[in-house]
């Protein structure tokens, strides 16, 4: 299941359109865009700087990840982007 939204302290950052947060070294970059059905999408990059050199890397989120909120897909994307660092 995916964990809620940050705790208080990171609410502000989630009421923007991009989500720019930093996860054990990486820079976790999260914005949704609304589908032409009316429900949302996260786009996921993380990046991390690694001897003079920055790795970026684009999440891929399934196909059947759509939400019914932009604040869902955020959550949900924010997760995914935890999961792909702490499993790397």
Not at 26 to 35: F, M, N, P, R
Not at 51 to 67: A, G, M, Y
């Amino acid at each position: 299941m995916i964990s809620q939204c940050p705790p208080e302290a990171a609410q502000e950052e989630w009421r923007g359109r991009l989500i720019e947060r930093d996860h054990r070294g990486w820079t976790i970059e999260v914005s949704s865009y609304e589908t032409d059905k009316g429900t949302w999408r996260p786009s996921v990059g993380v990046s991390v700087d690694r001897k003079s050199n920055q790795v970026t890397r684009t999440l891929v989120t399934p196909p059947d990840w759509v939400f019914d909120t932009e604040q869902q897909s955020d959550e949900h994307g924010y997760q995914l982007a935890v999961t792909w660092i702490d499993e790397g």
